[in-house]
C-alpha cells in the first residue's frame, strides 16, 4: 500500500510540474506575443521627499493587458520572464519607454528621476549594462537620474559578477536601491560592502507602525545605520497619514505608496506632478 501510495504521490507530484511548466510556457508565448503588440505599458509612482516635500523621482513598473483584456499582475509575468529569459526585452523595453517619457516629462517643464526595476538576471551580462547606458545618454538623460531598483536578494548571494557591474554603473553615475529590504534574510551588515545610495524598506516591515512597538524600534534602528553609512531610505507601502507622519517624525529621507499616489500613466502623473503640494 506504501508503495502504490508513494506511486500515486509521484503521479501527481508530476501532474503537477507539467502543469506548471505548460502554464509558465503559456505565459511566456503570449508575453513574447505582448511585447510585438505593444500590450506592455508603465505606470510611475511618485516618490516624495521629506525633506522637501516634492515628488523628486518616481518609479516605473509595468503593467500588463493581454489581448483578451485580462490584466496580468508583474508578481505573476515577472518570474516567468526571469526563469526564461524573456526579462531582458522586457527590461529594455522598460528602460527605452522610461527615457522616452522622461523626454516627455521635461517638455512639459516637469524635472524628475527615474527609478527602474532590473532583475538579479538581469545584471549578469555587462553589455546590457552597457546599453542601457547607452539607451541613457542617446536620451540626453543625465546619468543621476536614473536609479536602478535591485531587490535585496541579491546582497546575499554574493555573486561578483553582478557586484562589478553594479559599481560599473554607479562609476558612471547611475544611482543603486536596494529593493524590499526587510523582505528576506537581509542583514544590514551587508549594507557597508555594497555600492548603494538607496535602501528600499519592504511595506510588510512598517505595515503595522506607528502601533507595533518591534517595528517602530526596527524602522529607528534601520534609519540609523542607513543615516551612518550615509544611504537615504524610502519607505515603500505607505498608506495612511499615521504611518506618514511617523516616518516624517523618523526623519525618514523619501516615502512611496498608496497615501500619495498608485502608479499613475505618463498623463495623469503630468497632471498630479503640476498640481502636487506637499
Ligand atoms: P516593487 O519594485 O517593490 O514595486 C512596488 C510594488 O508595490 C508595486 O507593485 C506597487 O504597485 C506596490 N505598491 C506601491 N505602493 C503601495 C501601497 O501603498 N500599498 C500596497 N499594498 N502596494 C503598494 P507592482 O506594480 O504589482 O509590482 C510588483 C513587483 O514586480 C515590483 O515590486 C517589482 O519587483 C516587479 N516589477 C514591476 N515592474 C518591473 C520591471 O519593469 N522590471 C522588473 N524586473 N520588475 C518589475
Ligand atoms: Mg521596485
Ligand atoms: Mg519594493
Ligand atoms: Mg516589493
Known amino acids: 500500500a506504501a508503495k502504490e ?10 501532474e503537477e510540474l ?3 511548466s505548460e502554464h509558465q510556457s ?17 505606470v510611475y509612482q511618485p516618490i516624495v521627499n521629506f525633506g522637501n516635500g516634492k515628488v523628486e523621482k518616481c518609479e516605473a513598473l509595468l503593467r500588463w493587458t493581454d489581448d483578451n483584456g485580462n490584466v496580468i499582475s508583474p508578481a505573476e509575468f515577472i518570474p516567468v520572464a526571469e ?10 523595453f522598460v528602460l527605452e519607454q522610461a527615457c522616452a517619457d522622461w523626454n516627455l516629462l521635461q517638455s512639459n517643464d516637469i524635472h524628475i528621476g527615474l527609478s527602474i526595476n532590473r532583475s538579479e538576471r538581469e545584471l549578469n551580462d555587462l553589455n546590457a549594462a552597457k546599453q542601457w547606458l ?9 546619468a543621476d537620474k536614473v536609479t536602478f531598483e535591485i531587490t535585496e536578494s541579491l546582497l546575499m548571494s554574493n555573486k561578483q559578477r553582478q557586484i562589478h557591474i553594479l559599481h560599473y554603473l554607479r562609476s558612471n553615475g547611475v544611482k543603486i536601491a536596494i529593493d524590499d529590504f ?10 557597508q560592502r555594497y555600492p548603494v545610495d538607496y535602501l528600499k524598506i519592504d511595506r510588510s ?4 507602525a506607528p502601533g ?3 517595528q517602530v524600534a526596527l524602522t529607528e534602528a534601520l534609519l540609523r545605520v542607513a543615516r551612518a553609512l550615509d544611504i537615504d531610505v524610502i519607505a515603500e507601502g505607505v498608506e495612511n497619514k499615521e504611518q506618514w507622519e511617523f516616518l516624517q517624525h523618523q526623519k525618514c529621507d523619501f516615502a512611496q505608496g498608496y497615501y500619495i499616489s498608485p502608479g499613475l500613466g505618463i498623463e495623469e502623473l503630468t497632471r498630479f506632478l503640476k498640481q502636487w503640494q506637499f
Do not use: V, W
Not at 503559456?26 to 505599458?41: C, D, P, Q, T, V
Not at 526563469?83 to 529594455?92: N, R
Not at 547607452?134 to 543625465?142: A, G, K, V, Y
Not at 516591515?205 to 503595522?208: A, E, K, Q, S
Open 205 to 208: 516591515f512598517l505595515n503595522h
Open 26 to 42: 503559456s505565459i511566456h508565448n503570449r508575453m513574447r506575443a505582448g511585447l510585438k503588440n505593444r500590450e506592455f505599458r508603465l
Open 212 to 214: 507595533d512597538r518591534i
Open 83 to 92: 526563469s526564461t529569459g524573456l526579462i531582458h526585452e522586457l527590461g529594455q
Open 182 to 191: 526587510g523582505t528576506g534574510y537581509s542583514s544590514i551588515n551587508y549594507l
Open 134 to 142: 547607452e539607451c541613457i545618454s542617446q536620451h540626453q538623460l543625465p
Open 5 to 14: 501510495a508513494g506511486r500515486r504521490t509521484h503521479y501527481f507530484f508530476n
Open 18 to 20: 507539467r502543469r506548471r
